[in-house]
């Protein structure tokens, strides 16, 4: 048993010594050489300061000892000589101890050696310091990749998301079947509690002496494997299965009977281990299952003995139900949806393709206002619920109502923050929420020169001429050779009586100035003619913050240069 002491430097920000007893849980380590099993250590104790340091902080209470000498026992037999040598070492891992004392710096491992208590053991070989410090450097590729940093949740937009739709999995009546499949008891659509399918008794008098062949146990064992299916299809294929048909042996009558075919039925000996199976009577198998004749029947009619499966489902499914949701209904809520005008996403709209609403709508206010849309275009197909008015936009549009967290009003904001008091705070919000409608009117019943509703969340460029101030030009798309036009000398609205003027109001009293940094840019842009000389005077003299000479910009600019 050799104690090995190596003093170390830690972090200084720990300030406080490290003692860590490195007590491995494998049998024994066989190292050839002890120096580079000294320095492999040495090594891996400096890259694991930072796992050092989460200890210390109690992110991490204990440091994974184990996987890391590991990986050392396995480089070090791979890089070390052959198993026989004289030199051979046998360490135990409880007699191992490892001290650090303050003061370590990393990188300082080529600055000072381990000290050895036991010189004795020092063999003459040197070339095993190379090989360990080759050994060390392997092995510091595994932590440093795990402690390279912490790891982030990648945050990615769905394009093609959509609101939730609704879940049918949840739904009472789909739970309901559920449990009647499993043959559990439950509550029928009117309340009624349904008891569940218990095994029935075997059969007293049978010629096959089926309650010889079958104990109650493997009985319970295929009652239950047979309504853990939960499904009617798999129930018929169990069923198929475990019957055989076969043409009838006798003939009982002179007349001719009906019936021309005889059936076996059979249980599975879930016990055993080459699953047998044991011949019954009807009786038995009907008992065991705890189903009908009927079911078996259908069982029978729907398996396919060549597949080995059963046809599908067809019980509500046969295609005579009146179809609610036809084409034109579909349609007619769409288009509905389309007249309120969803616009792109503000900020993400590189990211997502889904549309918003304004945030003053909802699927309730929404499917009133439908209803109301299609009396007036005399429709008749029509969505009859606000249920399927909401799964109609869930599965054809993907929309969502806007709840804006950006641009928003300062005023608007603070008074909804911090409702205000006194009377002539109250008279100046008012008059700011009567102008703000007064636009929003304007807004909507503002028509352009043919005589259309102005779509303004679909305007991608809007030009004022000043031949022309009386008359704004605007473009759905920029790519658009001509543009359409709204006479703004004159009202559109039908709402109210011709020939008003509609006055623009301005926005501000004077032209606005603009930094000195930017007026720098354009005046070293006048200067690079890359502005043609005859708007030089316009820009000269356009305000900005602090007023300056041309002499000093023109002295700025040579002193960037």
Request: aromatic share 8%.
């Given at each position: 048993?050799h104690?090995f ?23 024994h ?27 210390q902080?109690g ?20 890089a ?46 040197t ?39 609704c ?20 509550l ?9 399918k ?11 002496k ?18 853990g ?17 076969h ?23 879930l ?15 009907k ?35 009146t ?6 209904v ?15 996403s ?19 206010i ?23 008015y909401r ?31 006194e ?9 700011h929420?009567?102008n ?7 807004y ?5 020169e ?7 969340n ?22 658009e ?15 109210v ?13 004077e ?5 000195t ?45």
């Open positions: 048993m104690v002491k190596i003093e170390t430097q830690v972090v200084r920000q720990l300030q406080v010594n490290i003692k860590i007893d490195l007590r491995l849980s494998l049998t380590l066989t190292i050839n050489e002890p120096i580079k099993y000294l320095l492999s250590v040495k090594m891996n104790i400096s890259r694991n300061k930072l796992l050092l340091n989460m200890a902080k992110v991490q209470k204990e440091i994974n000892e184990i996987s890391d000498l590991c990986n050392l026992k396995e480089t070090m037999q791979n070390g000589q052959d198993s026989d040598t004289e030199n051979e070492l046998l360490i135990q891992p409880s007699d191992l101890q490892i001290e650090m004392d303050e003061n370590f710096e990393i990188g300082s491992f080529n600055k000072s050696r381990p000290q050895i208590t036991s010189p004795s053991i020092l063999g003459p070989d070339s095993a310091t190379s090989s360990a410090s080759g050994a060390s450097s392997e092995c510091s590729s595994p932590s440093s990749s795990v402690m390279s940093g912490r790891k982030r949740r990648k945050f990615t937009i769905d394009v093609t998301k959509k609101r939730r739709k879940n049918k999995e949840n739904w009472i009546d789909t739970k309901r079947k559920l449990l009647q499949n499993l043959g559990k008891k439950h029928s659509r009117k309340g009624k509690e349904q008891k569940g218990d095994m029935r008794p075997s059969c007293d008098n049978c010629k096959f089926c309650d010889t062949k079958i104990s109650e146990e493997s009985r319970k064992q295929v009652f239950d494997l047979f309504w299916l939960g499904n009617h299809v798999k129930q018929w294929e169990f069923i198929g299965k475990y019957t055989k048909r043409m009838k042996r006798r003939i009982t009558t002179d007349n001719e009977s009906k019936r021309t075919q005889s059936v076996h039925y059979f249980l599975p000996l016990l055993s281990e080459n699953d047998s199976t044991v011949k019954v009577c009807k009786l038995m198998f008992n065991t299952l705890s189903v009908s004749n009927q079911f078996i029947q259908s069982a029978m009619d729907k398996y396919d003995k060549t597949t080995g499966f059963c046809e599908e489902d067809r019980r509500g499914r046969h295609g005579k139900q179809k609610l949701l036809t084409e034109t579909i349609q007619s809520v769409c288009d509905h949806v389309k007249s309120f005008q969803p616009v792109e503000h900020y993400t709209r590189k990211d997502t393709n889904k549309l918003y609403l304004d945030s003053s709508l909802n699927f309730s929404m499917f009133k206002m439908y209803k109301t849309w299609a009396e007036e275009n005399n429709l008749t197909d029509i969505v009859q619920t606000l249920r399927q799964d109609v936009v869930n599965s054809h549009m993907n929309v969502g109502f806007f709840i804006p967290k950006k641009d928003q009003c300062d005023q608007c904001t603070a008074n909804k923050n911090n409702p205000p008091n009377s002539q705070e109250q008279i100046t919000f008012a008059k929420i009567q703000k409608n007064s636009i929003l009117n304007q909507k019943w503002v028509k352009n043919d005589g259309d509703k102005v779509k303004w679909q305007v991608r460029e809007i030009v004022v001429e000043n031949s022309q101030p009386d008359k704004i030009f605007y473009k759905y798309d920029l790519n050779k001509s543009a359409l036009c709204i006479d703004c000398s004159k009202r559109t609205s039908r709402r009586t011709q020939g008003n003027t509609l006055e623009l109001r301005k926005a501000y009293g032209s606005l100035p603009i930094t940094a930017k007026y720098k840019d354009l005046m070293s842009l006048c200067q690079k003619n890359l502005i043609p000389p005859r708007y030089h005077d316009y820009y000269k003299n356009i305000k900005h913050t602090s007023a300056m000479s041309e002499s000093e910009a023109a002295d700025d600019l040579e002193r960037e240069e």
